[in-house]
Structure formats: structure tokens, C-alpha cells
């Protein structure tokens, strides 16, 4: 009888990028940046998954696309297009492995501290006090939303344009669910009520995103 196939290692069709099988390792932040680049340390631990044979590999922890979302627990600096040669350099040493890469990228919205990079006030949907890192939230106005739907364009647009198959909005915790829970939205305009406005946000964030790289790249959403 013919062995049965392994179902783990069978390729996977993801958009236009054949994975050759279904291991891929998710993001987490091994806190390896210098500067918030994905230095050398940085793109040698996902290499080394890479040789293991992985079919793609997931690295910033939620790299921060804004500036009033600083680093609290060492994320890669998304907010700037210094780091498109770092992820050139990035996805060529990966690619070499035929394994893909992908970015998770967050505004941390509430969940970050005003004490650190620019010192900016922490923003978030309404003024609910964040347990872990206890700012207390300045309530976004429609600049704020406007300015931060075009930081996630322009962060996914400096994926793309440094060679990345794609990156995955880290919504659970962060900014995109502040405005999808009614826990921490208590907003009484076009972004909170019922779940339609309560999810404005995120769709309004994917809907910049794909005007800005396009029909090819690949975009995804991680909800714990
Ligand atoms: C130190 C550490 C940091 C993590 N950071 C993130 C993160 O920033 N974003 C995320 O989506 N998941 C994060 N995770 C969760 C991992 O992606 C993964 O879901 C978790 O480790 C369980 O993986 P497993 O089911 O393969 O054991 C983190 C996990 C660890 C251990």
C-alpha cells in the first residue's frame, strides 16, 4: 500500500504565493532590533527557521507603524522608510530557502506607554485606562483616524516595497479591536455603537492598505 501523504507537508496555495508546506512560524518578538531595524541578528534567527525548512516565516511582534505607537517591548520601527533596505536585505536572504515572509504590523492604540520615543500622548477610540501599561488614553478625533488609516498604508506599502510576500494587522488587543469591543469604545459617532461602526475602523484600515499595494500582495488580520 502506498505510504499516505503527510497533510503538514503538502503545499498551500496563499494568494499568488505556493507555500511548499503547511509549517510556518507566527509572529513574536524576539526583541533582536537595533535602532527598530530588523538588523543582522534579526534576520539570522528567521533564517535559521528558514533552513529548517519552514514554508514562511512571520517576524515583528507588531511592528509599530506610528509614532505614537513607540516600542514597549522592542518592536521593529515600521514608521519610517529606513527600514525598506533592511527588509530587502531581509526577504532576499529568506527567499534564497523558497520560504516567504511576512510582517505583522499594529498601532498599539492604549496599549503602549507616553513616556518613550517622542513622547506623545497614547491615543485610543475613548478614554479607557489600559491595565498593563496605564496611560490614560487621549480619545481620537477624525485627524487621528485619518492620519493612522494612512500610517497602516504606508507601512504595508514599505513592505511591499521592501520585498515582503506580505504583512498581518495585529488586531486583538491593539487598536483595530479598542474600536471593535464595546469594552473600549464608547464613542457615540460613525466608529462606535453598533458592531457595523465598531468595525469601520478595520475596514477602513484594509480598504487604505489595498489601494496602497495593490490587488497582489498579501494582507491578513490575526484575532486571537
Ligand atoms: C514571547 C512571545 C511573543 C509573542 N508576540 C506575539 C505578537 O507580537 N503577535 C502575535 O500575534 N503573537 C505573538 N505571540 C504568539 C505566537 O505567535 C504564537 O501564537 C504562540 O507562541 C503559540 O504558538 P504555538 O501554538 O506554535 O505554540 C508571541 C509569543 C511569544 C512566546
Redesign the pocket.
Known amino acids: 500500500m502506498a505510504p499516505k501523504k503527510d497533510i503538514l507537508l503538502q503545499p498551500f496555495q496563499l494568494k499568488h504565493l505556493t507555500l511548499k508546506n503547511r509549517i510556518l512560524s507566527?509572529?513574536?518578538?524576539p526583541a533582536y532590533s537595533k535602532d527598530g531595524m530588523p538588523k543582522e541578528q534579526y534576520q539570522l534567527y528567521h533564517e535559521a527557521k528558514a533552513q529548517g525548512g519552514l514554508a514562511m516565516t512571520m517576524f515583528g511582534?507588531?511592528a509599530s507603524i506610528a509614532p505614537d505607537s513607540p516600542s514597549v517591548f522592542g518592536q521593529l520601527n515600521l514608521a519610517t522608510d529606513d527600514i525598506i533596505p533592511y527588509f530587502r536585505e531581509f526577504s532576499a536572504r529568506i527567499h534564497k530557502y523558497d520560504c516567504g515572509l511576512i510582517c505583522?504590523i499594529s498601532h498599539l492604540g492604549r496599549r503602549t506607554v507616553w513616556d518613550k520615543a517622542d513622547w506623545l500622548p497614547v491615543i485610543a477610540p475613548s478614554r479607557v485606562r489600559e491595565p498593563a501599561h496605564r496611560a490614560f488614553p487621549k480619545v481620537m478625533d477624525m485627524a487621528d483616524i485619518a492620519r493612522v488609516r494612512q500610517a497602516y498604508a504606508d507601512a504595508a506599502l514599505r513592505c511591499k516595497e521592501g520585498g515582503l510576500d506580505g504583512c498581518e494587522v495585529?488586531q486583538h488587543g491593539h487598536l483595530p479591536e479598542q474600536f471593535l469591543s464595546p469594552l473600549t469604545n464608547f464613542r457615540t459617532d460613525a466608529y462606535g455603537g453598533s458592531l457595523e461602526n465598531r468595525l469601520r475602523f478595520t475596514i477602513e484600515i484594509f480598504t487604505a492598505m489595498r489601494e496602497a499595494v495593490g490587488p497582489d500582495f498579501i494582507l491578513g488580520v490575526?484575532q486571537?
Open positions: 507566527t509572529p513574536h518578538e511582534g507588531s505583522q495585529l490575526r486571537g
